[in-house]
């Protein structure tokens, strides 16, 4: 957020950098995945302690991980709809 307030095109490049910080570790996991893919490695799921199963589980924290990730997002995209004069930078208001 501070970089933004410096300078966008700082700001950009700065998430651009994050973003394939990101990507490359998962590219990595799905490339060694592929490589040393055996199909005996994979279980049925367990049924956990309050009677859900494996899957339902991961379903339910992909989900929360989801929803919590795009709320920030959301809550950025309200404030900055707010602005009356977005040319002008947020320290001249």
Sequence with gaps: MLLHLRSVEGGAAFQTL???A???PFTIVIG???FWFKAENFAAPTTTAIGATGS???LLA???ATSWSYTGMAS???MTG???TPEKPC???
């Design 62 to 64: 992909g989900i929360s």
């Design 32 to 34: 060694l995945g592929i």
């Design 18 to 20: 994050i973003t394939i």
């Design 82 to 84: 707010e602005i009356k």
């Design 76 to 78: 950025i995209c309200y």
């Design 22 to 24: 990101k990507i490359i």
């Design 91 to 93: 320290h001249e208001r």
């Design 56 to 58: 339902f589980m991961a």
